[in-house]
C-alpha cells in the first residue's frame, strides 16, 4: 500500500486536507483551521458539531476563527421490516441530512460556500429491549454524523483549494 501512494505522490496527488511535503499546513488544512462550528440542536447535532470540531482542529495550527459553519441536522426514518406474526416493525433506516453554510466573521458576514450532506444507516428494533435500542439507536446516529461529517468536510476541503487556486 505504501507503494501506492508513493506512485500516486509522483504523479501529483495528495491528499485534500493534508499537510504540504515541506510540513507546511495546506490551503484545505489551514482553511479548515479558521472554522468555528455554531451549536446545532439536540443530541444527534451534539455528535455532528463535535466530529466536525475534531475534523477540523486535527493540524493545531492555533489560527483565529475566521468563518463560522451553520449546520441544519435533521433524521428522518422508514419501517424496512415487519414480523408478519406481530406487524411490529424490526428494521428502520434512518437518514440524516444536514444543510450547511460558511460565513466569514467580517462585519458583512457574508455566504461564502453552502452544501448539503447525506447519509443513511439501518437499525434493529428488539423487541422489549429498550436498553438495546437505545444503545442501536446511538450508534446508528454516530456513524452517520461521521459519515455526514465527512463529506463537509470534503465539501469545504475542495472549496478553500479551489479559493487558493484562484478559482
Known amino acids: 500500500m505504501a ?4 506512485v500516486l505522490t509522483g ?8 499537510a504540504r511535503g515541506d510540513g507546511t499546513a495546506g490551503p484545505a488544512e489551514e482553511g479548515l483551521a479558521q472554522i468555528s462550528v455554531a451549536l446545532i440542536p ?31 441536522y435533521a433524521f428522518s426514518g422508514e419501517v424496512l ?3 408478519q406474526a406481530t ?16 460565513v466569514s466573521q467580517d462585519p458583512q458576514r457574508r455566504t461564502l460556500v453552502a452544501g448539503t450532506a447525506r447519509s443513511m444507516d439501518g437499525l434493529n428494533l428488539f423487541n422489549q429491549q429498550f436498553f438495546a435500542m437505545d444503545m442501536e439507536s446511538e450508534a446508528v446516529q454516530r456513524r452517520i454524523s461521521e459519515a455526514v461529517a465527512e463529506q463537509i468536510t470534503l465539501q469545504l476541503s475542495a ?3 479551489r479559493l487558493a487556486a484562484g478559482g
Do not use: H
Not at 87 to 102: D, E, H, I, M, Q
Open 3 to 6: 507503494g501506492v501512494g508513493l
Open 11 to 18: 504523479c501529483g496527488f495528495r491528499p485534500m486536507y493534508a
Open 42 to 72: 439536540e443530541r444527534a447535532g451534539q455528535l455532528l458539531r463535535q466530529t466536525l470540531q475534531s475534523r477540523f482542529d486535527r493540524g493545531n495550527l492555533g489560527l483565529a476563527r475566521k468563518y463560522e459553519l451553520t449546520v441544519g
Open 81 to 83: 421490516s415487519i414480523e
Open 87 to 102: 406487524s411490529a416493525p424490526t428494521r428502520y433506516r434512518l437518514v440524516g441530512v444536514a444543510s450547511w453554510t460558511l
Open 159 to 161: 472549496y478553500f483549494n
